[in-house]
């Protein structure tokens, strides 16, 4: 069964530096997301993507977080300088539609600690 | 806000037994969607109804919506072992978004 999976599966890094979280949805979907839950919370989320433009993102998506589809497979959340605040579970998804007529698939998350 | 909230927040139940969860919600909804996370594991998606729906199954899950009430349940039945984990309600507000808002959860125990 197709499934969108992510890479790293756990991520630490230096408050202050970059990090790249890497996607790769289900081949013949159109809409990508990325959310974040932050441990004991809410899933929240943080944009989508369609097209090849952000179509939606959410307040907590500023200017230090980018997306991009650098290729025809991959889908990448970049953090540009990383906070502790920013340590959480990642976790990217794809539909085949828009979420009104289909449902999304999630991968199994990246867990980035920041310390 | 317009966020979901589930109740109960955790529910204990024995092999073989049914476990009912809730889900409200605020505003008008496009559709509703259950979903399954393992401790510490990705979202698994269980089922999606849409406003105009009022019941769907598959297999053993059976998703209600009453939207006069605002509101959503997910039955289980003959619940097993394997059904422990935390479910989520997210829902897809009305208007041109492809935004998911997710509940609090409710995380389901399963005693063999």
């Known amino acids: 069964e197709p499934e969108v999976t992510q890479t790293p599966s756990h991520q630490v890094t230096q408050m202050g530096q970059e990090v790249i979280l890497r996607c790769v949805p289900i081949?013949?979907?159109?809409?990508f997301y990325w959310y974040r839950q932050i441990l004991g919370q809410k899933v929240e989320f943080l944009v989508s993507?369609?097209?090849?433009?952000?179509?939606?993102k959410s307040e907590i998506f500023d200017d230090q977080f980018s997306v991009e589809r650098p290729d025809g497979s991959n889908f990448t959340l970049k953090i540009r300088s990383t906070k502790l605040e920013d340590s959480a579970m990642y976790f990217c998804?794809?539909?085949?539609?828009?979420?009104?007529?289909?449902?999304?698939?999630f991968g199994q998350g990246t867990r980035l600690t920041v310390v | 806000s317009q966020q979901g909230e589930e109740d109960p927040q955790a529910l204990s139940i024995q092999e073989g037994e049914n476990a009912t969860m809730n889900c409200s919600y605020k505003?008008?909804?496009?559709?509703l969607q259950w979903y399954r996370q393992n401790s510490g594991r990705g979202l698994v998606h269980l089922i999606l109804?849409?406003?105009?729906?009022r019941e769907k199954h598959s297999g053993r899950l059976r998703v209600t919506l009453d939207t006069s009430k605002k509101s959503s349940s997910l039955l289980i039945t003959a619940s097993r072992a394997a059904d422990t984990a935390s479910y989520f309600c997210?829902?897809?507000?009305?208007?041109?978004?492809?935004?998911?808002?997710f509940g609090t959860g409710t995380l389901l125990a399963v005693q063999p």
């Open positions: 998804a794809s539909s085949e539609q828009g979420q009104l007529n289909t449902e999304a698939f």
């Open positions: 081949s013949n979907h159109l809409y």
């Open positions: 993507f369609y097209n090849n433009e952000i179509s939606e």
């Open positions: 505003t008008s909804i496009n559709n």
């Open positions: 109804i849409r406003s105009n729906e």
């Open positions: 997210a829902t897809l507000y009305g208007g041109a978004t492809n935004k998911l808002i």
